[in-house]
Structure formats: structure tokens, C-alpha cells
């Protein structure tokens, strides 16, 4: 896509995002491709879609043959449920207390993550009319974040066969670490999740659909792939940061996956600063050479996040500029010096490509220490969304 491309002519505030359905569908297809026709996949799009906007990502997915969906809570499941969407929708953190009768309403299918839960869940199916609630049942393998432990099985066990309006419908746990090769964190929890599933099997309860993989389990692990798996990262173009490092290659190389968003914004300002010109809150760049310094109407509010204060690089005709200064909630500048071209209206590309250039969501996170998840996160709620292919 050209760098002014068409979402940049709407009128208003000059900062947007483009998000390529084309890339997203191509994503879920490499999943396909890798895991096969007899896995079944979830597709995480909690977090408005890490971001990308929750109903036409669950959408397009939706069309291209996801099985579930997965979003955090109920407030996110109904959501999608308004906007028409059909499919399984799995509540991934679970429920809260008086959320089980719209979760029942929606046809949401909640986590239990511990042993309590099953009584209200109880109750709320009993006073539903339809028939039996099916909800998926989350052990802790090591993670030590949510899930009953292995050492719960028995008390889960004699706990739902006092729940005859329940049915357990799949079975998971959670990795910590499975883009991480220099530990064997994951094989460990592979073997806990193993043995857990035994003791349910032993007293004669069918676990259902049994899924633990997240991104990278697809991408490098098949014995976690089980009956479905639940990728996010993936879906919206990026491998995560592996360890060891080299393995990001191979894994583009094995799916080569299409970052689906840009954020794209206008130079609005442009000023010429002499040596010594102070620029920004608390004056944190200070011009070395008499310079040119561009304004641009994106700030942290949008997801130009604080950290690339000072530090960022952003692309404007095709080339890579350096921030100087503090980021601004709304503002941030550019010295924008060796581009002479460089004028009032000029597109900026804080991700996505520019000509031959490029500034992916998952460089600029690499650059600052954090995950592609963060910055797409922090995608403000005001900057308009542009849905392409
Ligand atoms: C967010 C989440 C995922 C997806 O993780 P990625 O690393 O983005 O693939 C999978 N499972 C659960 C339970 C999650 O909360």
C-alpha cells in the first residue's frame, strides 16, 4: 500500500490506523496450514483484538473458518454476540459474580478456574431454562497464575457430580514459556497436564476439547497442540520474541506471517531551530546543529507510546527519522533535518511500511524491551480504525 493511501484523506485529527483483513485471513491460514484440519483453533481476540478492533477481526475470522473464539470477560463475549458474531465464544479469565446469567443469555462459555465457581455456575443453569452449561475447566501446570491444581482433580471430580445442569467441555492449562528453548518449563507442564488429565479420566470424566497452546506452541511445539489450539499474536502478524533470539528467522521462514496494522499520522508543523533550541517538556532533547524539527498530531494518547521519547524512529518519505523530545499525549516531534523535502501534510509512519522502508509493531517493541502485545494495546480508543485487505 502506497504511504498516502486513502484512509489518510478523511478529514479530521490526521492520525489513523489501517488494519488489513487480506493479512489477518492469510495469518489464520498459515495456523491452518500448520496445525491441520483435525485441530480445532481458537482465535484470541481479547483486548478489542490486541487492539485491531474486536468485531471485524472476529469477523473476518470467523468467515475464514475459526472454530472459537476467545476474548477476557463477559462484557467483550457480549460484545462480539451483538454484532451478530455465532461462533463458541470461550471467556478466557473466567467470570465474576452476577455475570452468569448474561454469560448464559449470550451463550458465553466460561473458564472455571476454581473449585468454588462450579456451585454458582450451578445455580445459574439450574434457573436457565435450556438444558446443561458447558464451561471448560483451567489447571495451573506451573504458571502459578489461574486454574485449580493437579492436586484439585479428585475434589473437582466429586464437586461436579453434584452439578447435574453442568457438562465440562474442554479442559486447558496455560504455558509460561513456550517461546522460551533454553528451559524446560513447557515439557514440565506438558507432563503435569498429562497426569491431570489421567485422574480425570481414571474416574471416568471426559475432559472434551483439551488445548494449552498459545503463538509460539504452534509455531515450534505439536505435542502441545492437542485437540485446539489458541493463537493471538499470530493472527495479527508477529512471532514473539524467542529465546534463543535466531529462532524469530526460522520462525517467519516456517509461517510467514503478515503484520496486519500501520499507524500512520501528518507532519502539522514544521519550524527551523538553531543550535542550542530546547524542544519539548522539560527540554529532554537539545539541538546539537541548527535543525528542522516536525510536529506530528500523535502522542501517547494514541499509541505513540512515552518510552520512544528520545528514542523512537519514525518514517516519514521513506526514511527513518529519529523523535527528539519528550512524546506528548497528543504531539510528538521529529527532527526531521536530513529530509529537506520534508513539508507540512506529509504522512508519517510510526508502523507499518513506507515505500521500501518498514517500522514493524514487533522492531519498535524488540527496540524498547517489550512485547508486540503492549504496543498494539496501547492503541488509543480515538484514533480511527480503517479496515482493509
Ligand atoms: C492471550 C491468551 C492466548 C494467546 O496468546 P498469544 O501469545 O498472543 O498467542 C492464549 N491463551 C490464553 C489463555 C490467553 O489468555
Keep these: 500500500m502506497g504511504h498516502a493511501g486513502k484512509p489518510g484523506r478523511f478529514a479530521g485529527r490526521p492520525v489513523w490506523a489501517e488494519i488489513s483483513l487480506g493479512a489477518v485471513v492469510h495469518n489464520f491460514r498459515l495456523i491452518r496450514r500448520q496445525v491441520g484440519s483435525k485441530c480445532k483453533i481458537l482465535c484470541v481476540v481479547k483486548a478489542d483484538a490486541y487492539g485491531h478492533g474486536a468485531v471485524p477481526i472476529a469477523r473476518a475470522l470467523e468467515k475464514a473458518g475459526a472454530d472459537w473464539l476467545g476474548v477476557t470477560c463477559a462484557s467483550e463475549g457480549m460484545e462480539l454476540r451483538e454484532a451478530?458474531?455465532?461462533?463458541?465464544?470461550?471467556?478466557?479469565?473466567?467470570?465474576?459474580?452476577?455475570?452468569?446469567?448474561?454469560?448464559?443469555?449470550?451463550?458465553?462459555?466460561?473458564?472455571?478456574?476454581?473449585?468454588?465457581?462450579?456451585?454458582?455456575?450451578?445455580?445459574a443453569a439450574r434457573r436457565a431454562l435450556?438444558?446443561?452449561?458447558?464451561?471448560?475447566?483451567?489447571?495451573?501446570?506451573?504458571?502459578?497464575?489461574?486454574?485449580?491444581?493437579?492436586?484439585?482433580?479428585a475434589a473437582f471430580v466429586r464437586a461436579l457430580a453434584d452439578?447435574?445442569?453442568?457438562?465440562?467441555?474442554?479442559?486447558?492449562?496455560?504455558?509460561?514459556?513456550?517461546?522460551?528453548?533454553?528451559?524446560?518449563?513447557?515439557?514440565?507442564?506438558?507432563?503435569?497436564?498429562?497426569?491431570?488429565?489421567?485422574?480425570?479420566?481414571?474416574?471416568?470424566?471426559?475432559?472434551?476439547?483439551?488445548?494449552?497452546?498459545?503463538?509460539?506452541?504452534?509455531?515450534f511445539r505439536p505435542s502441545t497442540w492437542a485437540d485446539m489450539v489458541r493463537p493471538g499474536?499470530?493472527?495479527?502478524?508477529?512471532?514473539?520474541?524467542?529465546?534463543?533470539?535466531?529462532?524469530?528467522?526460522?520462525?517467519?521462514?516456517?509461517?510467514?506471517?503478515?503484520?496486519?496494522?500501520?499507524?500512520?499520522?501528518?507532519?502539522?508543523?514544521?519550524?527551523?531551530?538553531?543550535?542550542?533550541?530546547?524542544?519539548?517538556?522539560?527540554?529532554?532533547?537539545?539541538?546539537?546543529?541548527?535543525?528542522?524539527?516536525a510536529v506530528?498530531?500523535?502522542?501517547?494518547?494514541d499509541g505513540l507510546v512515552r518510552r520512544l521519547s528520545n528514542t523512537g524512529r519514525l518514517l516519514v518519505r521513506g526514511r527513518c527519522v529519529p523523535v527528539v523530545g519528550a512524546v506528548s499525549m497528543d504531539l510528538t516531534m521529529l527532527d526531521v533535518t536530513d529530509v529537506p523535502e520534508a513539508q507540512v501534510g506529509d504522512v508519517v509512519t510510526i508502523f507499518g511500511a513506507d515505500g521500501a522502508a518498514r517500522r514493524d509493531v514487533s522492531d519498535v517493541a524488540h527496540e524498547i524491551?517489550?512485547?508486540t502485545a503492549d504496543l498494539v494495546c496501547s492503541l488509543g480508543r480515538r484514533v480511527p480504525r480503517f479496515y482493509l485487505w
Excluded at 130 to 148: A, Q
Excluded at 296 to 301: C, H, K, P, T, Y
Design 84 to 123: 451478530g458474531v455465532r461462533k463458541p465464544l470461550l471467556l478466557l479469565t473466567g467470570f465474576w459474580l452476577g455475570e452468569e446469567r448474561r454469560m448464559v443469555s449470550h451463550r458465553l462459555t466460561p473458564v472455571v478456574t476454581r473449585l468454588e465457581q462450579l456451585r454458582y455456575l450451578e445455580r
Design 130 to 153: 435450556n438444558g446443561r452449561l458447558r464451561f471448560h475447566l483451567k489447571v495451573d501446570t506451573g504458571m502459578n497464575r489461574l486454574g485449580i491444581s493437579p492436586d484439585e482433580v
Design 163 to 219: 452439578c447435574p445442569h453442568l457438562e465440562l467441555q474442554g479442559t486447558c492449562t496455560h504455558l509460561a514459556s513456550s517461546e522460551v528453548f533454553t528451559s524446560d518449563q513447557t515439557e514440565q507442564q506438558e507432563r503435569v497436564f498429562a497426569a491431570a488429565l489421567d485422574r480425570l479420566r481414571a474416574a471416568r470424566v471426559n475432559p472434551g476439547i483439551v488445548h494449552l497452546a498459545n503463538s509460539a506452541g504452534v509455531v
Design 233 to 293: 499474536a499470530l493472527l495479527y502478524g508477529y512471532h514473539q520474541r524467542f529465546d534463543p533470539p535466531e529462532m524469530r528467522a526460522e520462525a517467519q521462514q516456517k509461517m510467514p506471517l503478515r503484520p496486519v496494522l500501520s499507524l500512520r499520522s501528518r507532519i502539522i508543523s514544521l519550524r527551523e531551530v538553531s543550535a542550542g533550541a530546547r524542544i519539548g517538556y522539560n527540554a529532554r532533547f537539545v539541538a546539537q546543529r541548527p535543525s528542522r524539527v
Design 296 to 301: 506530528i498530531a500523535a502522542g501517547f494518547a
Design 369 to 371: 524491551g517489550t512485547v
